[in-house]
């Protein structure tokens, strides 16, 4: 069965670094394009980066760039986002999402998507 499963929040100070994972079903971690997005209370869902098929058509938003990367693992179906520097303000819950666009940053062109994963970072 086609699933994504994010781990690897949690509760964290301003400054700490956290790694979030996404398991991905092969039909998922294959799609043109896996994404993470994020949704603080009270706020949209906005998009963090994304990654294509084999690894390349790599973007970032503009508060990840210099700080988050994202990189996947073909071997292990695995799609990884290394957060850096954290503030208050990336607090948010994080999801992982797969498209069958390239270069999709949109959350209505990604048809599925974990559950999502907490990440709180206090000041």
């Known amino acids: 069965q086609e699933q994504l499963v994010e781990s690897g929040g949690g509760l964290v100070q301003a400054g700490d670094s956290l790694r979030l994972s996404c398991a991905a079903s092969?039909?998922?971690?294959?799609?043109?394009?896996v994404a993470w997005f994020r949704q603080a209370p009270g706020k949209e869902r906005e998009f963090v980066a994304r990654?294509?098929?084999?690894?390349?058509?790599?973007d970032y938003s503009y508060f990840a760039t210099g700080r988050f990367i994202i990189s996947k693992d073909n071997t292990k179906n695995m799609v990884y986002l290394q957060m850096n520097s954290l503030t208050p303000e990336d607090t948010a819950v994080y999801y992982c999402?797969?498209?069958?666009?390239?270069?999709?940053?949109?959350?209505?062109?990604?048809?599925?998507w974990g559950q999502g994963t907490q990440v709180t970072v206090s000041s």
């Open positions: 990654i294509g098929r084999y690894g390349s058509n790599i």
């Open positions: 092969g039909r998922a971690f294959n799609s043109a394009t």
């Open positions: 999402a797969s498209s069958s666009i390239n270069g999709a940053t949109s959350p209505r062109f990604f048809r599925s």
